[in-house]
């Protein structure tokens, strides 16, 4: 391992491994509902599965390509960190494990059983063997591997049941990948919540799909594969086609090189040599795991429960409110003319910045529509309006990002729906994802253009609106509707390097107007403030900038969610820098920029990361937060982070995070927003009452 060029930074990788640790740390707190606790499990399976795909599969790449490529973060060679990387990820699943069995144990004392197939009553064990003859012996496609049979392609995290089978004196290698027509569990019939995983129902039966064989030894596997690719790998051929592409892509994508194998119980050294020599594996890249290595179905187990039950195992229900500051029986456009609006999601609904799309669409003054989309959900309302928009004779543009990664299918569909309703699409940049999430409505009102800007920090997916927290800000404010409409002409043209006045747009003056807020910080010394909260800080370039800020005196506070590069509190080097995350029932999400303190403040918020990918690599937007009001109600969002002494966790110098000390009354941010957004939410009374005759006369006068 090589010397570290810095010595208050740490590797991203180990880096991201002690936040999803973070992650597992929450289903080991008792004060949490047993299902809720049984989720932190399965997000912390689904966060490793898509860290091998990407991250390990990245460092394999460029093991590959760039050997002797030196991190200059923790002086390590690709080879070093996937060597760091596959030790430190054993005691993280043998953790998850423990945790597993225990929640389980409890769980079924309130009648939710995850079961193996020798502890179902009788009767259940004939429902199963019915099932198996049924429904999932008719659909299997077991193979074995002989001179005539080639050892298959296992797909990517799909589970497998595999086996060595002995016909004679031959012993041959069998494998039956599981449908993925299949349910992922089968719940049997009966009061309680009882159900049996269908790898292991395939299992139990596999002597009776190789009839003609002993079974010598059986195993359900699970293979991750590499999924980092890029498509900017391969030329664009003049005029192809990229939804095309990308549905090459994906494809590749199926079939890319092992990075680990997640194996049920211990095998013979035979088995596992037999498989890592078809798999192209080590040793060190086989886990042994009694969790499931898929666990979707956890989000499903509170619908078979009953209203009692459910109460009991999960989280309070809790609906994103509706801000009592903006009038229901209003014109959200006209509302938005007058005053800023922000929205708060999930604590507050999306319902407004929605409401508002589907008025534009109709509204006879309104011109365009053009907005930027990374992520959507599955079923969606704002294509619904985007496309009512374009019936209706508006100039819809879209710029819609097919390089999500994993939600690339979804957004080839809408991409198409859009495009048939008359939205002009584009998609980008060869070589930059566009990420940053951007919307403007255009209108002209008695001879004037005006402009209705929305900039946010999470993307216009109505789901995980729901799930994440995000700002979304609605601004009438000209000059930053002026530079939106510059930015959209920019992406029609393929011009990243425009001119913007107030928005700070990456990859041309984002990162470098950041650096110049440091420095202006810098210049006042011990007076000077800075408060950042991120998904990711990465960009070496910042972390430098920043060490240099705590250097000469400037007090930095940092509430970073997943990665951070940069080590705090290292004597004379960060010692005025204090970094916390909070990891709780939702998913912190949102990008706020804060520089100065007072009068003097300069606040953003923005769909970017510190990471180098971001800021160079990426097209994104800051924008600034002119409104006192709306800066008060940031503010309100950021001290409640700083005050939460039950769901923070800082981060010490070493890398490692601590509880943060308990001094007071206990604060749960999330929870205190929760509140605070249920007591400001409109009342019954104040819903919508169906508007009358002389209402809409009155709105047509003074039109």
Not at 33 to 54: A, G, H, W
Not at 71 to 96: F, W
Not at 259 to 282: D, K, N
């Amino acid at each position: 391992m090589g010397t570290k060029k810095y010595p208050f930074t740490q590797n991203r990788e180990l880096s991201w491994l002690r936040f999803n640790d973070r992650v597992l740390s929450e289903a080991m707190d008792e004060t949490l509902p047993l299902l809720e606790r049984l989720k932190f499990i399965s997000i912390f399976t689904s966060n490793l599965d898509e860290f091998f795909m990407i991250r390990v599969g990245s460092l394999f790449d460029m093991m590959h390509v760039k050997a002797h490529a030196i991190d200059n973060k923790s002086g390590m060679t690709p080879k070093e960190q996937l060597e760091h990387i596959y030790r430190a990820v054993h005691p993280l699943c043998e953790k998850r494990d423990k945790l597993f069995g225990s929640i389980q144990l409890q769980l079924r004392a309130h009648g939710v059983s995850h079961l193996a197939y020798e502890e179902l009553e009788s009767v259940e064990q004939k429902y199963v063997k019915q099932y198996f003859k049924s429904s999932v012996l008719p659909i299997l496609s077991p193979q074995i591997v002989d001179t005539h049979h080639p050892f298959p392609h296992l797909q990517n995290k799909v589970i497998h049941v595999c086996a060595m089978l002995k016909f004679k004196s031959k012993q041959v290698f069998a494998v039956i990948p599981v449908p993925q027509a299949l349910p992922e569990v089968l719940f049997l019939p009966g009061i309680d919540v009882r159900y049996i995983r269908m790898e292991d129902i395939i299992l139990e039966f596999m002597d009776q799909v190789f009839d003609n064989y002993t079974v010598d030894e059986k195993v359900c596997i699970c293979i991750t594969r590499n999924a980092d690719i890029n498509p900017d790998d391969e030329a664009f051929d003049v005029g192809s086609d990229f939804r095309k592409k990308m549905k090459k892509v994906l494809g590749q994508r199926r079939r890319l090189a092992p990075v680990r194998m997640e194996i049920s119980h211990s095998i013979s050294e035979h088995f596992i040599s037999y498989l890592c020599e078809h798999l192209t594996l080590t040793p060190a890249m086989i886990y042994t795991t009694s969790a499931p290595m898929t666990m979707g179905y956890v989000f499903s187990l509170a619908d078979k429960l009953t209203d009692t039950k459910r109460k009991a195992l999960t989280y309070p229900v809790f609906k994103p409110q509706y801000p009592a500051r903006i009038h229901k029986n209003e014109s959200i456009l006209r509302q938005v003319q007058k005053k800023d609006i922000l929205l708060s999601y999930p604590f507050e609904s999306m319902e407004p910045f929605l409401q508002m799309i589907k008025e534009a669409s109709n509204d006879p003054t309104v011109i365009s529509i053009k907005i930027t989309i990374y992520r959507l959900a599955r079923k969606t309302k704002l294509v619904e309006y985007l496309c009512n928009a374009a019936e209706n004779g508006k100039d819809v543009t879209v710029l819609i990002e097919l390089r999500a990664r994993f939600d690339e299918q979804n957004n080839i569909d809408w991409s198409e729906r859009l495009e048939e309703a008359g939205c002009t699409i584009i998609y980008g940049f060869e070589d930059y994802k566009v990420h940053s999430k951007l919307c403007l409505i255009t209108k002209k009102e008695r001879g004037e253009i005006q402009y209705i800007t929305q900039i946010g920090t999470g993307n216009y997916n109505e789901k995980t609106a729901e799930m994440y927290t995000d700002l979304s800000l609605l601004t009438a404010n000209q000059e930053i509707g002026q530079d939106a409409n510059i930015f959209f002409q920019n992406m029609g043209i393929g011009n990243l390097m425009g001119s913007y006045k107030n928005l700070l747009v990456a990859p041309v003056s984002l990162k470098t107007s950041v650096m110049r807020l440091i420095d202006k910080e810098i210049a006042k010394g011990n007076d000077g403030r800075i408060f950042l909260k991120l998904n990711s800080l990465t960009d070496i370039d910042i972390i430098e900038k920043l060490k240099e800020a705590s250097c000469a005196g400037v007090q930095i506070q940092m509430m970073i969610r997943g990665i951070c590069c940069l080590l705090p509190q290292v004597p004379g080097m960060t010692e005025n820098i204090r970094v916390f995350n909070v990891v709780g029932r939702y998913l912190e999400h949102s990008r706020i920029y804060c520089f100065g303190s007072g009068k003097n403040e300069k606040m953003y918020i923005s769909s970017a990361d510190f990471m180098t990918r971001n800021t160079e690599r990426r097209v994104e937007v800051a924008a600034p937060v002119y409104d006192p009001d709306i800066q008060a109600q940031i503010h309100n969002v950021m001290d409640a982070a700083k005050s939460d002494n039950v769901k923070a966790r800082i981060l010490c110098a070493d890398g490692e995070y601590i509880k943060k000390p308990f001094t007071g009354t206990a604060v749960d941010s999330q929870q205190l927003l929760m509140q605070q957004a249920q007591q400001q939410a409109t009342t019954p009374s104040e819903l919508p009452q169906k508007e009358g005759f002389f209402s809409r006369l009155r709105h047509r006068i003074f039109k």
